[in-house]
Nanobody, 124 residues
Framework: QVQLVESGGGLVQAGGSLRLSCAVSNSISSSNAMGWFRQAPGKEREFVAAISGFGTSTDYADSVKGRATISRENAKNTVYLEMKSLKPEDTAIYYC?????????????????WGQGTQVTVSS
């Protein structure tokens, strides 16, 4: 069974940056698109970014476009999310997810494996 483990979260001041990592226990390949989602208290889980299996296509939510970069290293079974110019509204638990298809998608139900999440808190 595949396991995803996020890391890199923490407390950061507004305007700062961070890099989240997602390590996948089993290999990730070009057959697996990967996504990042987040959930703030009292809100539904929302799409943040996704990357196709080959890494040639990326997609970002409007709320993070221009501030976030998703990338992957299949050889290291790891996916990254770099975010800059962080805002207090970016505060949430961030989850990575694996899709059983190479195409990136925004809907959470398109992903079949999820990590436990890592907390990101942005102070004003």
């Amino acid at each position: 069974q595949v396991q995803l483990v996020e890391s890199g979260g923490g407390l950061v001041q507004a305007g700062g940056s961070l890099r989240l990592s997602c390590a996948v226990s089993n290999s990730i390949s070009s057959s697996n698109a990967m996504g990042w989602f987040r959930q703030a208290p009292g809100k539904e889980r929302e799409f943040v970014a996704a990357i196709s299996g080959f890494g040639t296509s990326t997609d970002y939510a409007d709320s993070v476009k221009g501030r976030a970069t998703i990338s992957r290293e299949n050889a290291k079974n790891t996916v990254y999310l770099e975010m800059k110019s962080l805002k207090p509204e970016d505060t949430a638990i961030y989850y990575c997810a694996r899709r059983g298809s190479t195409l990136a998608r925004r809907a959470p139900n398109e992903y079949d494996s999820w990590g436990q999440g890592t907390q990101v808190t942005v102070s004003s």
